[in-house]
């Protein structure tokens, strides 16, 4: 692993079934993020977490969860799913720690929820 | 409310000319500022980023100009190339670490 991964690629799935998407950095970052990109209302912030064992809300974190175990994971649970969360999800990871450096973005996991 | 906007949905210039693409800020506790490139069916990559403590960064054909009176950064990318055509994401960092996003803007860069 180079960077961060996602899992899976793309995938479809049944309204009201539960779906983890899996992130993993190998960078040692200690700032993670989680993403949905939509058209027209760009990438918004659904939950981040600063640390391994911290988690915190973003703009549009209902239905959805995470948990961050340790520093390289940061998986994010659809417990049931709607047609509303069909998008694009962008993990994302950064060093912080009073620095001020890049996000390093995953390729993306595309989510059509039916 | 959006506290990172980007108003222009999309821009379209001649190669060789300049592109600027603008970013307004409501939030006066970003101190770190980054612009984001993204092809269709790619994770955003960075371009370039600037500190609050400055008001400009430069790199290659790409400059970040940034106002803190006025809560408006700017984008230069001189001379544009159809390469260049993609969508660009302005994104603020304040003190709890969250990194927040605009709408993007698409530019198209034409030979």
């Known amino acids: 692993i180079a960077g961060i991964t996602q899992a899976p690629t793309s995938q479809i799935l049944a309204a009201g079934r539960r779906m983890t998407l899996r992130c993993t950095q190998d960078m040692r970052h200690n700032a993670m993020y989680w993403y949905r990109q939509d058209l027209g209302l760009g990438l918004r912030l659904i939950h981040y977490s600063n640390t391994a064992g911290t988690t915190g809300k973003g703009e549009v974190p209902d239905g959805y969860s995470v948990s961050r175990a340790n520093t390289d994971d940061f998986p994010l649970t659809l417990a049931s799913a709607v047609p509303s969360q069909t998008s694009v999800y962008f993990c994302?990871?950064?060093?912080?720690?009073?620095?001020?450096?890049?996000?390093?973005f995953g390729q993306g996991t595309r989510l059509t929820v039916v | 409310d959006q506290q990172v906007k980007q108003n222009s949905p999309s821009l379209s210039v001649q190669e060789g000319r300049i592109s600027i693409l603008n970013c307004d800020y409501t939030n006066s506790m970003f101190d770190y500022f980054l612009w984001y490139k993204k092809y269709p069916a790619e994770g955003p990559t960075f371009l370039i980023s600037i500190s609050s403590i400055k008001d400009k960064n430069e790199d290659g054909r790409f400059t970040v100009f940034l106002n803190k009176s006025a809560k408006h950064l700017s984008l230069h990318i001189v001379p544009s190339q159809p390469g260049d055509s993609a969508v660009y994401f302005c994104?603020?960092?304040?003190?709890?670490?969250?990194?927040?996003f605009g709408k993007g803007t698409l530019l198209n860069v034409n030979p």
């Open positions: 994302a990871s950064r060093k912080t720690g009073g620095l001020n450096t890049e996000a390093f």
């Open positions: 994104a603020a960092v304040g003190s709890n670490y969250k990194l927040t």
